[in-house]
């Protein structure tokens, strides 16, 4: 099946500093890439479709200067934590739709931040 | 506004057994809908899309059903393995204006557990 790598896996950082989190479609182009973020024992809660080649739509209530996305090529998308505080530590999970596969969406492994 | 429900909440199974898990959906305008399983601490595999105008879809010993008049989909696994111990999550998406897939909304999830 297709495939979306995320690095890093997991990530410990100090409060304050920036994290950036890479998604990547290794094996097709993807115009539309998702960011999402998910606590514990719950369901996913979409932050932003991110665009290949224009500014990412961001959902109500998630800040764009907090979360920064960066949709540079069809193959990558990035998103950045800035000024990571405690409550910025969350599993952060990107996915990818395939369109030559009817628009099915395929899924990174997650990034596990954790903010000190 | 969508909204997406997974009945049950959890689920304990003896190994080999048949069972269902279910899904339904307040707007029936839906592009397709995805089945998904995510392992603890990890992103989501795909298992299986419907689209709108399919009844029904499957894969080895996993069958999705939809129903999209009732808002139902139904995900049934066959002879259950303790390796099918994940949570289940279902999703869907609408058309947009574009005719492609919009985001998807998901469901609360089901926890199911396969016991020896």
Avoid at chain 2, 55 to 66: C, D, H, K, P
Avoid at chain 2, 85 to 105: E, Q, R
Wanted: some cysteine; proline content about 4%; glycine content about 6%.
């Amino acid at each position: 099946g297709a495939v979306v790598s995320q690095h890093p896996s997991w990530v410990i950082c100090k409060s304050g500093t920036s994290v950036k989190i890479e998604c990547r479609s290794l094996d097709f182009q993807a115009t539309t890439m998702f960011w999402y973020r998910q606590f514990p024992k719950q369901s996913l809660m979409l932050m932003a479709t991110s665009n290949e080649g224009s500014k990412a739509t961001y959902e109500q209530g998630v800040e764009k200067d907090k979360f920064l996305i960066n949709h540079a090529s069809l193959t990558l998308s990035t998103l950045t934590v800035t000024s990571a505080h405690p409550e910025d530590s969350s599993f952060y999970i990107c996915s990818a739709r395939d369109p030559k596969r009817l628009g099915e969406l395929f899924f990174g492994e997650g990034s596990r931040l954790t903010v000190l | 506004k969508q909204e997406v429900t997974q009945i049950p909440a959890a689920l304990s199974v003896p190994e080999g057994e048949n069972l269902v898990l279910n899904c339904s959906f307040t707007d029936s305008a839906i592009y397709n809908l995805q089945w998904f399983r995510q392992d603890p601490g990890k992103g989501l595999t795909s298992l299986l899309l419907i689209q709108s105008s399919q009844r029904e879809q499957t894969s080895g010993r996993l069958n999705a059903s939809l129903d999209k008049s009732s808002g139902r989909s139904t995900l049934y696994i066959a002879a259950s393995q303790p390796g099918d111990s994940a949570t289940y999550l279902c999703a869907v998406s609408h058309p947009t204006n574009t005719g492609t897939a919009s985001k998807l909304t998901f469901g609360t999830g089901t926890r199911l557990q396969v016991t020896l």
